[in-house]
T-cell receptor
Framework: GAVVSQHPSRVICKSGTSVKIECRSL??????MFWYRQFPKKSLMLMAT?????????EQGVEKDKFLINHASLTLSTLTVTSAHPEDSSFYIC???????????????FGPGTRLTVL | LAKTTQPISMDSYEGQEVNITCSHN???????ITWYQQFPSQGPRFIIQ???TKVTNEVASLFIPADRKSSTLSLPRVSLSDTAVYYC?????????????FGTGTRLLVSP
């Protein structure tokens, strides 16, 4: 299957600093990537849709100025958590859609996740 | 987006077949069904995907009835390493991308 990577896998930062998380599709091009966050023992919550070459689309309740998304190329999307606070501590996961060329068979592949801890 | 309903948890023993059913009454015509597996502190892993009838791959089978209002993931002969959370999602192609919304998932515990 297709591979999606994330970097870093875990990060610890001080309150008030900004943290950038990278998401890469390693062996395919992804016009669209997605960002999720997950709290312990909870399901994934979609934060935003990252579109190559255009602005991201944020889900209701997600602060766009807080979570900056840049989809600079067909293989890279970045999520920057600005002025991070302890409540931003979470598991952040990205995904990318692999288009098969046949309707109904496109598949979304997920990265391994990034554990963010804000002190 | 179609909402999905799954059992919160299931228990099984090694070597047994496990069937996890997901309800998606509001599935749209262009939606298809995808199942993912997630281990703690890891991203979801794609298991299987289908639109109707039956789909089988090397790890699982997916059964979808004619009305498509539900689907069943079948895991043959589970092992301890199959202990994980399993998510059923429905989504379709809309302007070229697939937006998925995760439900609660089913926490499967496989015991010796």
């Amino acid at each position: 299957g297709a591979v999606v990577s994330q970097h870093p896998s875990r990060v610890i930062c001080k309150s008030g600093t900004s943290v950038k998380i990278e998401c890469r599709s390693l062996d395919f091009q992804a016009t669209t990537m997605f960002w999720y966050r997950q709290f312990p023992k909870k399901s994934l919550m979609l934060m935003a849709t990252s579109n190559e070459g255009s602005k991201a689309t944020y889900e209701q309740g997600v602060e766009k100025d807080k979570f900056l998304i840049n989809h600079a190329s067909l293989t890279l999307s970045t999520l920057t958590v600005t002025s991070a606070h302890p409540e931003d501590s979470s598991f952040y996961i990205c995904s990318a859609t692999l288009y098969s060329g046949r309707a109904g068979t496109d598949t979304q592949y997920f990265g391994p996740g990034t554990r963010l801890t804000v002190l | 987006l179609a909402k999905t309903t799954q059992p919160i948890s299931m228990d099984s023993y090694e070597g047994q077949e496990v069937n996890i059913t997901c309800s998606h009454n509001n599935i749209a015509t262009n939606d298809y069904i995808t199942w993912y597996q997630q281990f703690p502190s890891q991203g979801p892993r794609f298991i299987i995907q289908g639109y109707k009838t039956k789909v089988t791959n090397e790890v699982a089978s997916l059964f979808i009835p004619a009305d498509r209002k539900s689907s069943t993931l079948s895991l043959p002969r589970v092992s301890l390493s199959d202990t994980a959370v399993y998510y059923c999602l429905v989504g379709g192609m809309n302007t070229g991308f697939q937006k998925l919304v995760f439900g609660t998932g089913t926490r499967l515990l496989v015991s010796p």
